[in-house]
């Protein structure tokens, strides 16, 4: 399981809880099916980012990714040269 999706899922599911939702009440508020509430929340959901985001920001989240380059072999002796 990746650590990411389920703290991201972690996080969901706590708030949807402070609100006093089960899972089908935040399914209905975001336009997203239970189910699909359920894999998010659990780390496991493999559909579209845009539920996501739909589920986030129905529970006043504001959901954000960064895309970075890794950097090429080549590039890490300049990145841990000390001079």
């Known amino acids: 399981m990746n650590p990411y999706l389920q703290l991201l899922g ?3 599911r706590t708030e ?10 935040a399914g209905k508020h975001a336009g997203v099916c239970r189910q699909d509430i359920s894999e998010i929340e659990n780390g496991q959901f493999k559909g579209s980012i845009l539920k996501v985001q739909d589920y986030a920001m129905s529970l006043g989240f504001t959901l954000s990714l960064e895309l970075k ?5 080549s590039e890490l002796e300049q990145l841990f ?3």
Request: hydrophobic content about 20%; charged content about 50%.
């Open 81 to 83: 040269n000390e001079d």
């Open 16 to 25: 949807r809880k402070k609100k006093k939702l089960n899972q089908a009440e």
């Open 10 to 12: 972690d996080t969901l």
């Open 69 to 73: 380059r890794r950097p090429q072999l």
